[in-house]
């Protein structure tokens, strides 16, 4: 039986960069949760009878949003639900089987890398058909929706059990749960050279994969110990846990600390990983040196070939804008096109379906590929690993190599975290005000070449997208980008990204603070950071 129940609208539903993302208590208010499904199934096309896939990262309240999607699908016109089992479905995971099963769509529970339980975060994102996530076209129609809302649709009968793997009904809906993890490995598997990797491992090369207590512990466990053979073991904090077990599920310097320790001790695992809490971001870690976000993208990108999956190479690359320009160098030397967006795996969807890009990646530690339209944690070990057992180099030879070909983008993010909006407001301001005398202006040794606030005009659809976070180019390429996060759930961080291209080899050993040293000082100097924030250094430095 439908109920509908009589709502009143909340004025702050907007989605960000990745969905719509709060503190857990904020989401348990009365009827928080309802209005912004109902506003999404207001809004978004789909056939009658429609399919949805739904799950989630396992964390604080997921279980009780799944249910409750679940049963107000049933009272909105779907016909089939797929369901992660317990409600399980890593983000990269839930795309598949979005694009697998032919859904309209899917919602996808998660707040990625911040923490979880009782007072952590939780959050809200939709998927669009093409597996990927809505573009702003649809999230903005959402939010005007969620402004307006007066009534919702929900079936009386509780959901089935999401334990049980299986079909069962709800109403005039089917409902299907499958297990989360099968669709993926079997995806992994057409991609990537299994035997390859499998003998690598049989042949003593050691690995550390830490799911961080988050969703990807039973994909970990599943491919790494499973189909390719590693001791058990190998994968460490890999159960799932509602508050990541007091963690901060995000593979970063700082939270992956104890991952990136065991790689650095001389008799430590050849390669160490580390993905986040709804499993689309990675932490690539070899023996001794920490893989920037970016490099890794480089070196996939310049590499893929060497896996069955894209051994016919690539048709070009995209990154977003703050990630560094090492990847645009691979694209000059290979001549492929490299596309640069804002950030936000959305703004990829576009380029993957036209076929113009074949990898993906951004600085915030995600990298993916046209197999899925969201970016891929495990997708990622796997090209590494691929590669590691085609070359027979360790991770450090392939960067050095790298370098040596193509030059290196020495490369930090700043992050000055809950920093007040007002200050932070200020200091975008106060750039963007002077952005049009700062052509010529000199630091230092540095001169302003152009300063702008980035905007884009996707090539498929012609939407334009704008206020995308200030550049300021120093003639040589050198590089500072001001962007405040679109993901954060309390005040506003800023991210300073800095980046100098370094073409000689025998510097490209420098530790990246002395190399950007020059730069850094200049960030401050600009930006005017501790006027507008108050704070003496950033909290994080990845
Ligand atoms: C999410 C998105 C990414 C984005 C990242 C950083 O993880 O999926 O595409 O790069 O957030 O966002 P922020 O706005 O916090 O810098
Ligand atoms: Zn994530």
Redesign the pocket.
Same mark, same amino acid.
Do not use: F
């Given at each position: 039986m439908i109920e509908t129940v009589a709502t009143t609208p909340y004025d702050d539903q907007k989605p960000g960069?990745?969905g719509l993302r709060k503190k857990v208590p904020h989401f348990q208010q009365p009827h928080y949760a309802q209005n912004f499904i109902q506003s999404l199934f207001d809004v978004v096309e789909r056939p009658a009878d429609a399919a949805l896939v739904i799950g989630g990262d396992g964390r604080f309240f997921n279980r009780e949003v799944i249910e409750l999607a679940i049963r107000m699908a049933a009272a909105n016109g779907y016909g089939r639900v797929i369901v992660g089992q317990d409600g399980i479905l890593s983000t990269p995971a839930a795309s598949n089987l979005i694009r697998k099963r032919q859904a309209s769509g899917g919602i996808v529970l998660s707040a990625?890398h911040n923490p979880g339980g009782p007072d952590g975060d939780f959050g809200i994102k939709y998927n669009i058909s093409n597996g990927g996530p809505a573009p702003e076209k649809i999230t903005e129609a959402t939010y005007r929706r969620t402004k307006e809302i007066t009534e919702y649709k929900i079936v009386c009968e509780p959901a089935p059990d999401l334990s049980k793997i299986g079909e069962t009904r709800l109403g005039d809906m089917v409902v299907e749960i499958v297990d989360p993890v099968a669709d993926y490995a079997e995806l992994m598997q057409a991609l990537f050279d299994f035997p390859a990797i499998k003998a690598m491992l049989a042949g003593g090369f050691r690995m550390r994969f830490d799911a961080m207590h988050a969703v990807t512990g039973p994909y970990a466990k599943a491919i790494f110990e499973g189909l390719l053979g590693a001791p058990a073991g190998t994968v460490v904090n890999g159960t799932p846990l509602p508050d990541f077990g007091g963690g901060h599920p995000d593979p970063n310097a700082v939270y992956a600390k104890d991952l990136i320790d065991h790689l650095m001790a001389p008799d430590g695992p050849d390669f160490g990983a580390a993905s986040d809490g709804d499993g689309?971001r990675n932490l690539i870690v070899g023996r001794g040196i920490v893989v920037s976000p970016s490099d890794s993208l480089a070196v996939l990108a310049a590499n893929a070939h060497l896996a069955p999956g894209y051994a016919k190479g690539i048709a070009g690359i995209a990154r977003?804008m703050p990630t560094s320009q090492a990847a645009d160098r691979v694209a000059q030397k290979r001549g492929l096109g490299i596309y640069e967006t804002p &950030? /936000?795996?959305k703004f990829f969807g576009n380029l993957l379906d036209a076929g113009k890009v074949t990898i993906c990646g951004?600085e915030?530690a995600?990298t993916g590929s046209d197999h899925v339209r969201e970016?891929d944690g495990v997708w990622a070990v796997l090209l590494w690993l691929n590669i590691l057992a085609a070359t027979g180099k360790s991770v450090k030879d392939i960067l050095a190599e790298h370098w040596r070909e193509f030059g290196r983008n020495y490369y930090q993010r700043h992050d000055y975290e809950e920093v007040e909006s007002k200050g932070a407001n200020s200091l975008m301001d106060s750039l963007r005000d002077r952005l049009a005398s700062m052509s010529g202006q000199r630091f230092g040794t540095l001169v302003v070449s152009e300063a702008d606030d980035f905007s884009y005009k996707d090539p498929v659809d012609g939407s334009i997208s704008t206020g995308q976070g200030v550049r300021i180019v120093f003639s040589g390429g050198s590089r500072i980008v001001f962007r405040l996060?679109? &993901? /954060?759930t309390k005040g506003a961080?800023l991210?300073v990204y800095i980046e100098r291209f370094e073409g000689h080899a025998d510097l490209h050993d420098l530790p990246p603070a002395e190399a950007l040293k020059e730069l850094i000082e200049t960030a401050e100097a600009v930006g005017e950071i501790r006027k507008w924030t108050g704070r003496e250094a950033p909290d994080v430095i990845t």
């Open positions: 960069t990745s990625s689309d977003s &950030t /936000g795996w951004e915030s995600g970016k996060s679109g &993901t /954060g961080t991210r």
